[in-house]
């Protein structure tokens, strides 16, 4: 198992950005090896196996490393990690997008896409959940903080563009985000059941789609 989970993060690791420099792919390495020791360390002895020093032994990092990646183990299991990008960095990502709805999901796959690059992991990160569902809490407290930080990066997506002002209010940019979030969701949750080959790139493609199909629908 840990030797298959390794091997599947280190594909994940070829699909990173070749523009990023030798210290960010390293990071990248060492905090796929921390994710990808969590899980292995949980599906094979319960989340009390999973100790910090475990996981650390096995990714071959000190433990004062690993709380340089994570708050605790329970967010290595998870492959919790914070948006690093800033509200300002998200919306220069997505200035490039004509439209404000390619922008918003644009904005999304860039900061769920590496998670989105591994089914198996997915999978049995959601087996680890169904086995200690006391998990659920954490993820739920993360997704809290990622909506908050994400509205401010819509309303810096969306002020300046046609139709919206320089000014845009909190509650627009929740809605944009909760539609368009509510459709990544439903596009990686099929992507996920019926395991689709689509690229990460196709699937946000499809997600835009559908998006606007729903708009042509009740427009």
């Excluded at 030797?3 to 070829?14: E, G, K």
């Excluded at 002895?45 to 183990?73: C, L, M, Q, W």
């Excluded at 999901?105 to 896409?113: A, P």
Aim: glycine residues 6%; hydrophobic residues 45%; charged residues 25%.
């Amino acid at each position: 198992m840990q030797l298959c989970i390794f091997a599947r993060y280190a594909i994940i690791l070829t699909m990173q950005e070749q523009t990023l420099g030798l210290r960010d792919r390293k990071r990248l390495e060492t905090r796929a090896r921390l994710e990808a020791a969590a899980v292995s360390l949980a599906l094979e002895g319960g989340i009390e196996h999973a100790t910090v020093d475990a996981i650390s032994e096995r990714a071959d990092v000190s433990s004062r490393t690993f709380f340089n990646y994570f708050d605790s183990k329970e967010d290595a299991i998870l492959g919790i990690r914070d948006i690093e990008a800033t509200a300002q960095e998200l919306a220069e990502h997505a200035a490039g997008n004509a439209d404000a709805i390619s922008a918003v999901v644009g904005s999304l796959f860039h900061v769920i896409g590496p998670s989105l690059r591994d089914t198996a992991a997915h999978h049995n990160r959601m087996e680890i959940i169904k086995r200690f569902p006391q998990l659920l809490s954490r993820q739920i407290a993360q997704m809290t903080t990622m909506t908050e930080q994400l509205t401010e990066a819509v309303q810096a997506i969306l002020a300046g563009r046609p139709g919206w002002g320089q000014q845009v209010d909190i509650t627009s940019a929740e809605m944009m985000l909760g539609m368009c979030f509510s459709a990544v969701h439903i596009s990686v949750k099929e992507w996920l059941a019926t395991g689709s080959q689509e690229t990460p790139q196709e699937l946000e493609k499809r997600t835009i789609a559908l998006i606007r199909q729903l708009h042509e629908r009740i427009a």
